[in-house]
């Protein structure tokens, strides 16, 4: 296995402090931050306040799309509902401006999945980022999952990859494979996803984050519930997942 080389990971000019810190390692969701209500004389001069409410706008109207069409967004939130944890859109999916390198994010103190308005506001966009959080939402509903452990952040970083995002084309611009590992071409891909997410989160060493990939990675990349299937590029494979999971009970309530 090769990973793409990702460089070590080391913390931003203004971290987090207190607590908050042990639970994102990184400030990489302005927003969050108890300061965050001041803007900059700046920023509205140039305009970028404005801007910003406008992508706002329309990453809230993708999201409300994605909830009500995409067929891997409408099963998450019936999984979710099955689980015992439904999804209030209003008070669990919040858009928001955030570090340039994000695209969304998962809150597990607030309970909430973060679509990052201005890197993410096209609906194809916004329904891969809904896809991955809400894994990572149902991984800390159902599986208690904790954020401090290393092993269960690659573990759940694994299973969004796998589930949400890896697909040959991808790969294959990732430079993930080759026509000569093409068995190892989905492997491959998700484990370089999860460790870019792995170090974009936690101030960790290279070397720390594959360790505990390659740790979890067998049990956590065979684990696909509750998607159930690893979604290929141009297939019906989305619209299949959410029938076998009406099957299964996991109604949206749509």
């Not at 390198?101 to 966009?125: F, M, R, W």
């Not at 984050?209 to 519930?225: G, K, Q």
């Amino acid at each position: 296995m090769t990973f793409v080389d990702v460089p070590e990971s080391t913390p931003p000019s203004t971290p987090l402090s207190g607590s908050d810190s042990n639970q994102w390692g990184y400030d990489l969701y302005p927003e969050r931050r108890q300061s965050r209500t001041q803007k900059s004389v700046a920023d509205i001069l140039l305009g970028k306040s404005s801007r910003g409410e406008l992508r706002k706008i329309d990453c809230e109207r993708s999201v409300y799309k994605c909830i009500k069409k995409s067929p891997l967004v409408r099963l998450m939130v019936g999984a979710l509902k099955a689980s015992g944890c439904p999804i209030d859109i209003r008070r669990h999916i919040s858009c928001e401006d955030c570090a340039p390198n994000v695209s969304g994010g998962y809150d597990p103190v607030l309970n909430q999945v973060i679509v990052c308005h201005n890197t993410a506001y096209k609906e194809n966009i916004v329904q891969g980022v809904l896809t991955h959080e809400m894994i990572h939402m149902f991984d800390y509903c159902k599986n208690n999952l904790d954020f401090r452990n290393i092993d269960h952040l690659a573990c759940t970083e694994i299973r969004a990859a796998n589930l949400a995002h890896c697909s040959f084309a991808s790969a294959w611009m990732n430079g993930d494979t080759s026509i000569f590992n093409f068995k190892e071409t989905h492997q491959n891909c998700v484990k370089t996803k999860a460790l870019s997410s792995v170090m974009a989160v936690r101030n960790i060493t290279k070397l720390q984050a594959i360790d505990a990939i390659e740790r979890v990675f067998t049990r956590c990349y065979n684990d696909l519930e509750p998607i159930g299937r690893r979604i290929r590029r141009n297939s019906l494979d989305m619209e299949k997942a959410f029938e076998d999971g009406v099957y299964l009970g996991y109604d949206d309530g749509l």
